[in-house]
């Protein structure tokens, strides 16, 4: 059985559709890219799957439960933990503290604050320095750092290397790499098409808020999804459906 | 030496103005509300605190931890039951709520206790009239002493709470991003019920003292919340620290006026409400969140 699965879930800005009729799942230990253009519907899916905003419709089902209506704080306590769009770190608490907040979820498991900087030495030095101060790539660290203090059995990662220097971005995708090799069960929205590729198992293409292409990434080529992408091809010549 | 002590006592004074004003800063400072039935709210605690003695004999000071109990529980609900809601709605739908309470508390009291004076000063024994000479001039009170104490005391437990404990720091990160907060395991609900919980008991707690210092009755809410609002904009919105300094700043400033005529209290605090708003309107300790 999937551990996360979405089922039909429309997601409204108002009166915009967001997110139509987005149907997937995620088994335990996998990895899931997310791409897609700005506005194809991908941050607000996250944030519909973590409970940061409620969809119009569909379910989102973690690991046989359903946990549509659960406010936010309680999908984190199921095992659900979102880095948002921006890093959204606490500015005026410190890194340690920010961590800690997360900790207060009451999730048991491997991390903690020790943990988290073995996994980010970039962070052990900036323990006591208040988050405002950090630097882009020490936020996002802190923000993966952040949502892995929940131990959560699915990690979503919204746009991490999203207004990062290149050099800050190979060092959180290094320490990324820490936790795909411990097999953890990942959903990861990615501008950079080449480096989503790289670290997922499989990728998922939206368009206007609607899944135009989904396959394995051993399968698809890139000139395929860069295409599902820019939605050049009508949405029926797509090689791999649409949607499960 | 009239002047040191007008000093000396606006002090004192000052520290009820601060314990007056901590729950409006900590409301302010975690949901940016401005909750104008603070002073009712203030008030309303007193009369807890004196029904209580009435009913029962009690000292005001045993009387003081029920009434104190039932306020943070009066809090708690008054956020989950109505501000949560009207928070919902924009910035303005809170004030009008308040408003809306401060004036429905006022007139429950007047219902309740008819519009006489109370005070807690004569059950509350020797504490409310005991005082030590300093020199011939000057004398402390013990009650002006023990109202600065306590003062103290809950300003710096709250600084303790928000530092250094875990609900504290939910508290903090909640204030400065709700939302995130959510989304790493905190519920923003209980966090800002708490909150109110401990602003109303607080409130409740000034309102006791205001009751042993003088005297209470219904309609004394308005007028303790402009002292407290005063008191919050003097020391900037959402400082604890400012807060003090602000209840300070007021309390002294009340004492020099009345030196220069005893109708001129209030106005020498106004004066300085004033100055501070045309001159440093975000207050002499500005903050971002609530900070500690």
């Known amino acids: 059985m999937s551990l996360l699965s979405v089922e039909q879930l429309d997601v409204r800005h108002g009166l915009l559709k967001a997110v139509r009729d987005v149907s997937f799942s995620i088994n335990e230990g996998e990895i899931l890219a997310l791409v897609g253009a700005n506005g194809a519907g991908k941050t607000t899916l996250m944030r519909a799957i973590a409970g940061a905003h409620r969809p119009a419709g569909g379910r989102v089902v973690l690991d046989g439960r359903d946990v549509t209506h659960m406010s936010a704080h309680k999908r984190v306590r199921a095992g659900l933990a979102l880095v948002p769009e921006g890093r959204r770190l606490f500015a005026e608490l410190t890194v340690e503290e920010n961590l800690l907040v997360a900790a207060a979820s009451g999730r048991s498991g491997e991390w903690s604050v020790g943990t988290v900087m073995e996994a980010f030495p970039l962070l052990k030095p900036l323990r006591t320095k208040r988050a405002a101060t950090l630097s882009g790539g020490e936020q996002q660290a802190t923000a993966i750092g952040r949502a892995l203090m929940t131990n959560p059995r699915v990690l979503l990662l919204d746009e991490v290397s999203l207004g990062l220097a290149p050099v800050a971005v190979e060092t959180v995708y290094r320490s990324l790499q820490t936790l795909i090799e411990g097999r953890s069960t990942i959903v990861l929205v990615e501008q950079d098409l080449r480096r989503a590729l790289r670290v997922a198992g499989r990728v998922i293409c939206m368009l206007e808020g609607k899944i135009v292409l989904e396959g394995s990434t051993a399968e698809l080529s890139i000139e395929e999804i860069t295409e599902a992408y820019f939605g050049l091809k009508s949405r029926q010549q797509i090689g791999g459906g649409s949607g499960p | ?292």
């Open chain 2, 1 to 292: 030496m009239t002047v040191l002590n007008a000093v000396i006592q606006g002090i004192m004074l000052g520290g009820f103005y601060a314990l007056l004003a901590t729950g409006l800063s900590l409301i302010f400072g975690v949901m940016r509300i401005i909750n104008l039935a603070h002073g009712s709210l203030a008030v309303l605690g007193a009369f807890l605190a004196w029904w209580v003695v009435d009913k029962t004999g009690i000292s005001p000071f045993l009387a003081l931890i029920p009434a104190l109990v039932v306020m943070f529980g009066v809090g708690y609900a008054l956020q989950l039951g109505m501000l949560e809601r009207s928070l919902r709605s924009g910035p303005l739908i809170p004030l009008l709520t308040t408003f809306g309470l401060a004036v429905v508390v006022d007139n429950a009291l007047l219902g309740v206790f008819t519009p006489d004076v109370r005070s807690l000063g004569g059950p509350a024994g020797k504490v409310t009239i005991a005082s030590w000479a300093i020199t011939d001039q000057i004398a402390v009170s013990a009650i002006g002493m023990l109202i600065l104490g306590v003062a103290a005391a809950v300003l710096l437990g709250l600084h303790f709470f928000l530092a250094r404990t875990g609900m504290g720091r939910s508290m903090r990160a909640t204030a400065q991003d709700p939302d995130t907060a959510e989304l790493v395991g905190v519920d923003s609900r209980a966090v800002y019920a708490r909150a109110v919980g401990i602003a109303t008991a607080t409130a409740a707690l000034a309102g006791f003292f205001l009751a042993v210092r003088a005297v209470v009755e219904p309609s004394s809410g308005p007028t303790q919340l402009i002292f407290a609002f005063e008191a919050v904009v003097i020391g900037g919105f959402g400082s604890l620290w400012g807060t003090l300094v602000g209840g300070l700043i007021l309390g002294v400033a009340q004492t020099l006026g009345a030196l220069v005529d005893p109708h001129y209290a209030n106005l020498g605090g106004h004066l300085v409400f004033l100055a501070v708003l045309a001159f440093r309107g975000r207050g002499i300790f500005e903050a971002r969140g609530v900070s500690t």
